[in-house]
Structure formats: C-alpha cells, structure tokens
C-alpha cells in the first residue's frame, strides 16, 4: 500500500531514558527499511524520560506504520506526529568558515542577517552558530559556502507544539515532575525550543 | 532474604509456575545448573542443540497456553537459539529465554565466549534485557513473563551476566508489573464494533478470516457462537489451524498460496470480510490489490501495527479477539433483533449454494497410485487413525502443507507450525517441547526428510528424557518444495534440490535408541501408522513417497488468488511467477 503524498514528518517521541533505548529506535528504521534523516535526543524535565525528535520521509501510510511501530517498542511512551500540529521546529548549526581578511565584514554581515553567533575566532577562520528552521540553516551554509566551509555541524531538527496545552505536554506533566525536588528547573521552554 | 542471583532465578520461574525448562549448560550459567542440581519443582530438558531448546519451548507454549522457557549459555549458545526466537516473534508465541554473558566488568572486552546477545537479539525479540544489577533480577524477570504474555504475544530474552549470577541479592518477587509504556488494549471500541455488527448482520456475502490471534486468546469457543449466529463460512489460515473445527460444514478450511479452491474464492467475491487475529500476511493475499476486491474489511487485532500493513481496512477493532468477539456476539444478536433478515435471506441462500458447489467441484485432490505412496494419501490416514485428536506438528516444505490442506485439525492449540519464518528443523524439537508439556498426549510430527535433517540430532533428548513423539517422514528425497517450485516456475532445471545422501532413518532412528519402521507401498500406509501409533517411545515412520508430487492448489508467487493453479501451469503463469520477487 503506498499513497503519493510522500513528504517529511518531524516526529516527537517520549521514551524511558533507559540503556538501549536509542539502539531500539534506530534499529527499528534501519529493520523496517524506513527512512530517517534526523534524529535528536535530550532529557525531559522527569530524568527517567528522555524525548526524541525524528525527522522521517514518508506518505501517510508510511508515517501511520511508523507510528504504530515505534509505539510497539516497549520502551517508548508517547509518539506524536508533530506535522498534524502547530508547532516550532529549530536545528542549530556550528559552521567554520575561512575567513581571510578581506571576507571578514562580510561575513559577519551574512550572519548578522541570519542572527548567528560568533563562539570563536582564529586569524584565519570564524565558527558561528546558528539557530533556525531547516530552510534557513541551509540558506546560510550556501551563503558562507563561497568564503569556503572547513567544517560543519547540524544538531538535526528538534520541535516542539505550540499552544497552552498540547497532548504531548499533558503527557509529560501526567508523568509527574521530577521525583527529587531539584530546585529552580528552568521552566523556559526555549531551553528544549532553541527559539530566537 | 538474600539468595545468589541463580537462585532468584530459578525461584522467580517457580512463582511464574513454569514447571518445565528446555536447556543446555555452558560456563556462564553454571551457577544456575549448580542450583538446578537439587532444586525442587522444575524439570530441566537437556537439548542437543540451542535452536533446539527454543523451539521445544514454543511447542510447549502453544499448545499448554503458557509461556515456554529455556536457558543457554553466552555466546554460541546464544546464537545458536536466535532462529528459535525469530520463529517465535514472528508466530507470536510467548516464551522468556535466559543467556549467560560474561561478567559485566568483562562485558565490551571480547572476553572468552561474549557476544552481544542484546543486540543480537532485539531485533529478533518483542523485549530483551540485560540485567546488569542483580537487585533488579526478580522486577525485570517479572516484566518478562509479563511482556511475553500478554498484548501481542511474543519472545522475551533476558541476558545473565555471570557475577549476577554468583553474588548474592535481596531477592523480592514483585507482585503486580505496571509499566508505563506498555499497556495493550484489550476492549474493542463499542462503537467500532457496533459499526461491525450493522455490516455483519447486512452482508450478502460474508467470510470469517481466522489466524493465530484465536488461538493465543483461547477465542474459539465465541468464535463458535458468532458463527452460529451468523452462520458465515469459516476460512482459517496456516497459524489459525483448529480456531474452528476443520469437519465442521461451515468450514472453508486454510486459505491464500496453498489453501483451498472454495476458501480463495470465497474471500474473493466476500462483500464483508471479517479478520479475526490473523494479519494479511503474504502468503495469505496474494496479489494485495486483488485481494477481497469487493469486501468491507473489518479487522480485530490486539497490534494496531497489524491493521491496514498490508490491506486497506474499512473497520478497525484494536483488541483481544476473546473480549471483542464476545461483545461482537452481542451486537450482532441486538442488531438482528433491529434489522429484519428478510432483507439478506435470499442472498445468503444463494452465496451457500455457490460456496457448496466450489466445493463439490473443486475439492481438494490427488491422483490415486497402486505403486508409489502419494503423501497425501499418508496425512489423510493420519488424520482418520487419529480422528484429529492428535497433537500435529510439522516441518517446512510441502509436507506442511499437506499436513495443512490434510489433517483435519479439530481443536485449538493442537497444531504447530512455523509459518511465518518457515524454519525448516522446526519440527522434532517442538513436538519434543509439546511431548513434554502433555505428557500421555499422542504428538505427531510430520516431517520432511530436509527438515528432519536439520534437527534429528533430538532424537538423542527425545529418547533420554522419554518423550514419546512420534515421526512421520514424507521421504520424497529431497527439497520438495524448492523441487515443485523449480518443475513449476524454473523450466525444470532441478538445482540443489535433490538429497542424494541421507541416511538409513530407520538405522538412524534404531542408533538413538528409537524404533524405525519403513513404508514403500500404499498397502503399508496403514498398518505401519497403526504400528507406529501403538509403539511406546519414539518411533520414526520413513515413509517413501512419490517425489513428484506437488502441492495444489498453488497461487504462484506474484499472482492473485483467484489466479490460483490446479495443476501444473500455463507457460504464461510460469513466466510472470519467475519475474515475481515474493519466494517461499
Ligand atoms: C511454505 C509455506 C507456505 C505457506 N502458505 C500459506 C498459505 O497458503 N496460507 C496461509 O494462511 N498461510 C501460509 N503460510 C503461513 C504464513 O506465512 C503466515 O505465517 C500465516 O498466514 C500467518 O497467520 P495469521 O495471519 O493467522 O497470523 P499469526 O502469525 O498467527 O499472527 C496472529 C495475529 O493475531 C494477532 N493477535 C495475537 N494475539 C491476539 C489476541 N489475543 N487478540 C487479537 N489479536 C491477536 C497478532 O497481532 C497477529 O496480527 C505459509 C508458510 C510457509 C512456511
Ligand atoms: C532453515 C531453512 N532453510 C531453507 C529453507 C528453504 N526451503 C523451504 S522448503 C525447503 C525444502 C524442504 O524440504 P523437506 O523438509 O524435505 O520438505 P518437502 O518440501 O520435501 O516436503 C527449503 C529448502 C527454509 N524454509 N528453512
Ligand atoms: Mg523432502
């Protein structure tokens, strides 16, 4: 069965922060021959969680098979597909670019525009970091490339759902706060979101 | 109370009620072999070879109902028993199999013996564990059965580093598991099934599809009542075997690349196709768009990941067949009382009067010879001598299928076999693990003489720890089933499917410590099964068939059912099923 409306899916997956968790999920695209071109992973606010944002092509019928697949794993707790919702997606990016002196200005012009940071600086090289939408993050890697790129690194697209209540967050917050009380967790969403 | 971590082991399988384990030692288990020396309550089988051990675990389970254990050691052990466990994960069949491993400080190093039994396994698994804490011992042996046994029933592997194994813990069997992540629905959606009832009660052209998911609930007893109710034909598939009662009238007996002629057509011009536990596997649908083309499909299964894989589903019931069947009963009941029957009577006259006339016109069949023995003619006696009320296993090839379109299964649970992975050696070793589990039960193994070969060491276990299985080879000298697919679709160019040198089965039986018996002729059929039947121990019946013989009905591979052949086929079909990509 295969429809044509083929496209990304940018997936959000709870799952129990568990040894052999990341080995489950990456085994099970790699067995069902399905296709994931991002993958990140971090702790929630309960440490026995961690969530895991995928990035997955596929038509609908793929993406429902995913779903349900990835929610057979024993260990995974909540799967949403974060495409059928509002939501925020951002990678962040950390680029060396040359920068002889001549290309310096210029440079720091591209990434003024694209909001970059400047995290270090060598006499011959820049490495900025960038957050963004995927769409942007490449724009600015084809803007720098001509400068001529040593090295490059994308974090792979994390997202989150817009809006007061969403289903994934009523799940974590079901879940229960972290058992210790640690003090002062940092409530601001934009420490998972990456926002600017 | 603390125990050394074999010790937990072995008292967490008492609490969990296993009364038998299938095993084979090696050093990173001999601390529990040592505690198994004296320990009372578990009887230890000791296998040949690790498949071996997994697979008599999955005979016991499938046909007792609970979960089937065996305990090997690390690494080759380990390996040895993944084909068994893929066998089970892919027939859903619960079992829990315990690994030595290395010491975990050892763990990564390439110490002697070390595989990467997690990894290994987890694919091949529905969970495995590595149990690196031996406080954690008794929760996550617990969650083992738990996980094995209920949803979606399937293999846990649970790997036993050896220090685990010898120092000593707190030992605390949990009473209850909950675990977050996992919770299987087991209560079809009332509306969902009401909307199944409404499309039940209305169907012209009704079949009830049945699989292995009736008989891992124990459903048959309301599958009898739905279909007393609604009087629709009955088509089970290789797994589902015995859900319903082969001799029964309604029965269309197995369906898709093997099954009958009435049963592929029936499904065919179905205008309500109810799937009850079975999973539209391949075997099963032939060509996907060609497949019930005119039916509404609803489809009760306790995995969503089962429903709309292969085939578009019109009425999804995510749950337990035993639950959703018995409210589906219900339903149905209350909606009849609603809609008046006149409505589909004539209809459903006419589609019992068409079913009955595929039957009669084309039942199953095979041509009758004086001087060489037809294996079917071997599977139908055994299925008369024993009035169905044996305990059936096979091996792969077309033996199995024989066995399949032959033997009239009458009960659940009475009929093993390997049907989704189709793991030739399945069969001795499994009627071993059923032997052990219905002690004084009569358990047959029908088998090929290739798949025999893969697995006959078990002679050895069958004859020392007295299990009585009784065997029956199809000798057709060779790889049938590869044969009549290259007579069938390779223009007969016979590659590796001969087996020139097999042994004597009856000197190899006799050098076990078995008894052997040959049959050449069909007058011999009966007598000798008779003979084999009243043999105490095991017995190995090596009966010569003709080698020509090949399985009809076929679908051939890439075809639709309704495409089905009867008998050797046109170049045409040849030619499309040799480009097809589908094997066996
Ligand atoms: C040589 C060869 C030829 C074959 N030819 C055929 C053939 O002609 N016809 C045929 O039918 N098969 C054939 N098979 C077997 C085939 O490959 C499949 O194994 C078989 O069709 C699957 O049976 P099933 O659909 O009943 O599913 P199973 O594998 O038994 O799966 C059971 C289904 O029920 C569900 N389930 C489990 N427990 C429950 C529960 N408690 N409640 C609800 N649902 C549950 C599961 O999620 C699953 O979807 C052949 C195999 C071999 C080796
Ligand atoms: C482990 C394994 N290897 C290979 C196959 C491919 N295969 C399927 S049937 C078959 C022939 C089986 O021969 P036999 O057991 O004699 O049965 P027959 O078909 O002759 O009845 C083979 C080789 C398989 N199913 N399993
Ligand atoms: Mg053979």
Redesign the pocket.
Known sequence: MSTDDARKHTIAVLVENKFGVLSRVAGLFSARGYNIESLSVGETLDPTVSRMTLVVHGDAFIIEQVIKQLHKLIDVIKVTDLSEEDHVEREMLLIRVNAEPAARAEILRVGDIFRAKVVDVTATAYTLEVTGEETKIDAIVELLRPFGIQELVRTGKVAIARGPKTRLRKVEEKLGKPKSAAPAQPQDPRVVGFAD | MKLSGARIVLECLKREGADVIFGLPGGAVLPIYDVLYDFKGLRHILVRQEAAAGHAAEGYSRTTGKIGVCLVTSGPAATNLVTALQDAL???IPLVAFTGQVPTHLIGNDAFQEADNVGITRSATKHNFLVKDGNDLGAIIKEAFHIAGTG??GPVHVDLPKDVLVKEWTFEYPETVHLRSYNPTYEGHPGQIKKAARAIVRAKRPVLY????I???D?SPELRELVELTQAPVT?????LGAFPMADPLSLD??????TYYANMAVHHADVLVA?????????TGRVDAFAPDAEIIH????PS?ISKNIKVHIPIV????R?LSRLVEAVREEMRTYPQSGVREARKQWMSQIADWKRDFPLRYEWSDEVVKPQHVIQEISTLTNGEALIVTG??QH??WA?QYYRVKHPRAWCT???L?TMGYGLPTAMGVQAGNPGRLVINIDGDGSFQMNSQELATCFEEKLPVKTVIINNGGHG?VRQWQRIIYKERYCASDLGGSPDFVRLAEAYGCTGIRVTKPSEVVPALEKMISTPGPVVLDVWVDKHECVFPMVPAGGANIDMILAPPSVDVRDKAAKSQTG?
């Open positions: 892919m027939d859903s979606r029933p049945v699989g292995g998911g008989i891992s609930s459903a089970q598939t290789l797994m589902g197995m369906l898709g690349m093997h099954g009850v536990g079975a999973r539209f596997d391949d075997r099963v009760v299964d306790i995995d089962s749950g337990d067949c035993k959703v792969v090839g199995q299928m399949a390997s049907g989704g189709g089933m066996f």
